[in-house]
Nanobody, 122 residues
Framework: QVRLVESGGGLVHTGGSLKLSCAAS????????MGWHRQAPGKQRELVAI???????NYLESAKGRFTISRDNAKNTVYLQMNSLKPEDTAVYYC????????????????WGQGTQVTVSS
């Protein structure tokens, strides 16, 4: 069984910073892409930032220059450093990972964390 556990959300003022962390644990053989999506009230879930196993990244246009994704493959952990936060960044942020597990010969399969709330006050 695989789990993704996020941490680091909270309440900040406009212009503030937060760093989200997501650690994958369980029967993991390897991890391809890891990243972050978010969902604001009344809106669809959207991709914020992802990083492939090879280190390529992709960002939501509005996050470019403000957010930085990184990962520690030895710890199966992905991070999202968020600077210059705006009220429109308020959302539940979900960790995402494409994982090959020890229990299943095929894959990779997508796993999601439980979400962490980020609130930016104006």
């Amino acid at each position: 069984q695989v789990r993704l556990v996020e941490s680091g959300g909270g309440l900040v003022h406009t212009g503030g910073s937060l760093k989200l962390s997501c650690a994958a644990s369980g029967s993991i053989r390897s991890i391809n892409t890891m990243g972050w999506h978010r969902q604001a009230p009344g809106k669809q879930r959207e991709l914020v930032a992802i990083m492939t196993g090879g280190g390529s990244t992709n960002y939501l246009e509005s996050a470019k220059g403000r957010f930085t994704i990184s990962r520690d493959n030895a710890k199966n952990t992905v991070y999202l450093q968020m600077n210059s936060l705006k009220p429109e960044d308020t959302a539940v942020y979900y960790c995402y990972a494409e994982i090959y597990t020890s229990a299943i010969s095929t894959g990779p399969y997508a796993y999601w964390g439980q979400g962490t709330q980020v609130t930016v006050s104006s």
